[in-house]
């Protein structure tokens, strides 16, 4: 049986999201197609560059938002694509972790010269514009890691040792109740208000 790359990647997202990244292998993965595991490396030579299209192609399937025409939307514009973002990791399982270290396609470079295009009309400068696109993505990536990751064993007796301490306690009891989503916003409009403050310094 012959498989082309579409169904290669299909099939290993299908995988993912029943076993989980580590658990996933080109072994597993040839058995669940019929095939021997040759047939995969003649369209990926390694696990790496298997797991880097299948990161293009959870982007390709829930990351659509569009870039906005107006530079003085930017701000919006920021705050919803990074929330797309977010959500787009989280709808695979180990999301986060098939993102992690992988880098924009040539493919994509239009999409990417588009959005510091933006970002320049709104005032800032190209290597201003990058810095804020990298770390506005890397800290997404970081969060939905965390999201991702089963609580440590030993979080109630953290919480009960910061009854000792009545500013970590209150804090710790406000990030319990509030969640990830609601830590995630939070940061994320920091990010976007320091961004706003140092364009407004530059001008």
């Given at each position: 049986m012959k498989v082309d790359r579409a169904q290669i990647v299909d099939e290993a997202l299908k995988l993912l999201n029943e076993v989980g990244i580590d658990a996933l292998s080109t072994r597993l993965l040839a058995d669940r197609l019929n095939v021997r595991q040759?047939?995969?490396?003649?369209?990926?030579?390694?696990k790496r560059a298997l797991i880097e299209a299948m990161a293009e192609e959870i982007m390709a399937r829930g990351h659509a938002h569009d870039w906005p025409v107006v530079p003085e939307n930017w701000r919006d514009f920021m705050l919803e694509n990074t929330r797309d973002f977010r959500r787009t990791l989280l709808s695979y399982r180990d999301g986060g972790r098939v993102h992690a270290g992988t880098e924009t396609s040539p493919q994509d470079l239009p999409n990417v010269e588009a959005h510091i295009a933006v970002l320049v009309g709104a005032g800032m400068e190209a290597e201003f514009a990058m810095e804020l696109l990298v770390a506005l993505a890397r800290y997404t990536v970081g969060c939905v890691i965390e999201e991702q990751t089963e609580p440590p064993p030993e979080q109630e007796k953290l919480d009960a040792a910061a009854a000792d301490f009545p500013l970590t306690h209150r804090a710790i009891v406000h990030y319990?109740?509030?969640g990830h989503e609601a830590f995630f916003e939070?940061?994320?409009?920091m990010m976007i208000y320091g961004a706003e403050r140092r364009l407004a310094e530059r001008a």
């Amino acid at each position: 049986m012959k498989v082309d790359r579409a169904q290669i990647v299909d099939e290993a997202l299908k995988l993912l999201n029943e076993v989980g990244i580590d658990a996933l292998s080109t072994r597993l993965l040839a058995d669940r197609l019929n095939v021997r595991q040759p047939a995969l490396y003649w369209h990926f030579k390694s696990k790496r560059a298997l797991i880097e299209a299948m990161a293009e192609e959870i982007m390709a399937r829930g990351h659509a938002h569009d870039w906005p025409v107006v530079p003085e939307n930017w701000r919006d514009f920021m705050l919803e694509n990074t929330r797309d973002f977010r959500r787009t990791l989280l709808s695979y399982r180990d999301g986060g972790r098939v993102h992690a270290g992988t880098e924009t396609s040539p493919q994509d470079l239009p999409n990417v010269e588009a959005h510091i295009a933006v970002l320049v009309g709104a005032g800032m400068e190209a290597e201003f514009a990058m810095e804020l696109l990298v770390a506005l993505a890397r800290y997404t990536v970081g969060c939905v890691i965390e999201e991702q990751t089963e609580p440590p064993p030993e979080q109630e007796k953290l919480d009960a040792a910061a009854a000792d301490f009545p500013l970590t306690h209150r804090a710790i009891v406000h990030y319990r109740k509030s969640g990830h989503e609601a830590f995630f916003e939070a940061g994320l409009q920091m990010m976007i208000y320091g961004a706003e403050r140092r364009l407004a310094e530059r001008a």
